[in-house]
């Protein structure tokens, strides 16, 4: 008798995904779907704060002798370390009406954007990690602490289900704004399409690391703001501010397409320069990809 097995992977698809009304069902799907095809996860519980040394006994691990202890008493001594399982991480969602954008692709970039946090909220709790959740638009218009008990999942899922694009973009500041309340250093994921001026976005996120966070960016795009591949005469409406302009799309497709790979290398290059982790996303391609620069940078924390 043969067994079939049901097939997740399928889920890793916005074409299908986006179909899942029920956003704990979504991540569920989406997260299992990921992990079809890993052996093993990649990340586990890890310690960070440096609690005292004491002297070296048989079965402790050599990589934790303090050689510069060693240097000095010539007596091997090991760091002991103050267990701490939850990695604080926050996941920061752009929900201005910019985001209320889709063309060709499944989903806007605000259904992806929740599907792709939700996804993510649910592995660091169910790992025993911390997670907080900030909403902002031209403000910051949610704020969840970070927690990792299973009924704050549900508060952090419940959170994401009620979100409606609303506000114009400030992306910059708002980011500023989230750097101030987070006091303890952690992993900072950002999702957002960035749309603002990029010298405040890169000013925000050289902040976020100088505060000694490991930070995520996820730059969550419709496939067409990047090729403008429009083929007809069109209206073009502004959605954060209403502005109207009559056009054909032809004509300015390649002044377009330099001014928008000139934005896009700005962001990314910053990010490299200083370490920061940065992903462009457009929203026909598949969740793993941008799981799979999650459990990248926790995999490194270990």
């Known amino acids: 008798m043969t067994v079939k097995t049901f097939d997740y992977r399928k889920y890793l698809e916005p074409s299908v995904i ?3 009304k029920n956003l704990e069902l979504r991540a569920k799907m989406v997260v299992e779907g990921f992990m079809v095809g890993l052996h093993k996860s990649p990340y586990h519980g890890f310690s960070v704060e ?3 040394h004491r002297q070296y006994m048989q079965g402790d691990s050599i990589k934790d002798i ?7 008493r010539e007596k091997f001594y ?3 370390y103050e267990e701490e399982t939850n990695l604080i991480s926050h996941v920061i969602v752009d929900i201005s009406r910019s985001m209320d954008y889709k063309y060709t692709a499944a989903a806007t970039k605000l259904e992806y954007a929740i599907t792709l946090a939700a996804s993510l909220i649910y592995i660091m709790i169910n790992q025993q990690d911390a997670s907080g959740l900030i909403l902002f638009s031209d403000k ?3 704020y969840f602490p970070p927690k990792s008990n299973q009924v704050y ?3 952090l899922l419940g959170g994401l ?4 694009a609303s506000g114009a973009t400030n992306t910059g500041s708002c980011l500023r704004e989230v750097s101030e309340k987070i006091k303890k250093r952690g992993l900072v994921i950002i999702i957002s399409d960035l749309f603002d001026d990029p010298d405040k976005i890169i000013s925000a996120l050289k902040f976020f690391h100088y505060k000694k966070n490991e930070v995520i960016v996820m730059q969550v795009l419709d496939p067409v703001e990047k090729s403008f591949a429009f083929e007809k005469d069109a209206i073009f409406v502004d959605k954060e501010s209403g502005l109207e302009i009559t056009t054909q799309p032809r004509h300015i497709q390649k002044a377009y397409q330099t001014a928008m790979k000139n934005f896009l290398q700005k962001i990314k290059s910053e990010c490299l320069n200083h370490r920061i982790e940065y992903n462009l996303i457009d929203t026909s391609e598949p969740f793993d990809r941008s799981l799979m620069s999650y459990f990248a ?3 490194k924390l270990n």
């Open 18 to 20: 986006s179909k899942i």
């Open 50 to 52: 440096f609690s005292e």
């Open 66 to 72: 303090d050689w510069k202890v060693y240097a000095k």
């Open 78 to 80: 090991v760091k002991q």
């Open 140 to 142: 910051i218009e949610s």
């Open 153 to 155: 999942l549900k508060t």
């Open 161 to 164: 289900s009620k979100i409606r």
């Open 297 to 299: 940078k926790r995999s």
